[in-house]
């Protein structure tokens, strides 16, 4: 799971919680893998990301390095930004773990990197 | 340029749907509609029910790295498939375990869903193994039903939806349930096989 993807998923549906986000991560195994850098995708993803949500994320799992707390007005023309917002968004990825709803502390396990969400029927 | 059908190897993975005439029509679509698709460039991409992973991929293959591609399946042995059917194409996407995409909060540019589309039993919607691969229930709607309800709220305000379905779906009763959600449809293709009169649709606003 990239931390991409932990950005955009939530436990809302669970029956009780209002939020459900962002979710926490337990990771027991981390891997950072480069991948092919395009500046103009990693600026059209910058604004659908929750900035804070993102370094948080990072940080939890000891991997904010020099990632910025904030991210800069001037993102799209700034290509050392991008290339940190690449690095944390697509290449850290947690292998195994867990992701825990905030609210009900549900686990969500995560395997070969890939998290498992399904839930019973009696929890939504 | 055509869009050569992903490899995929599901020898570990015998309860993962293997692409059948379904899939093929789905690729076709895709392919016959890349145009578009591409001129929308898209950045968030998922695939619904992703099975073996080969439309995703596909769909990777033609958008490359302008895109970041997801895919969901109840199954998890189809989310691990997924992630292979990625990796022996070069390609990458980022399978979640879920129902749908009810545990995303944020809408995509992209939705593929080729579902269980086959008239059953109700109660033949159960498990998370082959099986739900078909199952539809009633009309072969319920998961398809279940599915168009979150749409609206599921794609992004220049997305694209396409979707495959059987003649026996009711099409036309989908297209008035389209049209109530304040989308707009579109047949791309339609195909006849032995014993399935098969269409895939795109939706949009
Ligand atoms: C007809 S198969 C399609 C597989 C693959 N996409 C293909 O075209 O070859 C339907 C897939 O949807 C999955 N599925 C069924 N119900 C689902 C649901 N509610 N949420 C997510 N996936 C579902 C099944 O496990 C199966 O992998």
């Known amino acids: ?124 | 340029m055509g869009l050569p059908t992903p490899l995929y190897d599901l020898k570990d993975f015998p309860d993962v749907y293997e692409p059948s005439e379904d899939s093929h029509l789905f690729l076709d679509a895709l392919e016959a509609d890349q145009e578009s698709i591409l001129a929308r460039s898209p950045k968030l991409a998922c695939e619904i029910g992703s099975g073996s992973g080969i439309l995703i991929t596909g769909l990777a293959q033609l958008l490359k790295n302008s895109c970041a591609y997801f895919s969901t399946d109840i199954n998890f042995s189809a989310c691990r498939a997924t992630a292979k059917t990625a990796l022996i194409n070069n390609s990458y996407v980022e399978s979640v375990a879920m129902d749908l995409l009810g545990m995303f909060r944020s809408p995509f540019d992209v939705i593929l869903f080729n579902p269980p589309y086959v008239v059953t039993e109700s109660d033949e919607i159960m498990g998370r193994g082959l099986d739900r691969a078909y199952a539809g229930g009633c009309g072969g709607r319920e998961i398809i039903d279940k599915f168009l309800a979150t749409l609206p709220s599921m794609l992004s305000e220049n997305g694209v939806c396409y979707l495959l379905l059987l003649k026996e779906n009711n099409v036309e009763d989908i297209k008035e349930k389209i049209r109530g959600l304040g989308l707009k449809g579109r047949m791309v293709l339609e195909r006849k096989i032995p014993g399935e009169h098969l269409f895939v649709f795109k939706y949009f606003r």
Not at chain 1, 63 to 88: G, I, M, T, V, Y
């Open chain 1, 1 to 124: 799971m990239k931390l991409l993807t932990h950005n955009m998923l939530t436990s809302k549906c669970i029956r009780g919680v209002s939020v459900g986000y962002p979710l926490i991560i337990n990771a027991t195994e981390v891997k950072v893998n480069q991948t092919l850098f395009n500046s103009e995708f990693v600026s059209k993803l910058i604004p659908k990301v929750d900035w804070p949500v993102l370094y948080n994320a990072a940080e939890s799992i000891g991997h904010s390095e020099d990632l910025p707390k904030e991210a800069p007005n001037d993102f799209e023309q700034n290509e050392e930004f991008l290339k940190k917002a690449h690095r944390a968004l697509v290449e850290i990825e947690v292998i195994s773990g867990n992701l825990v709803c905030p609210e009900s502390g549900r686990k969500f396990p995560i395997s070969n990197g890939i998290p498992n969400m399904l839930l019973n029927e009696d929890e939504f």
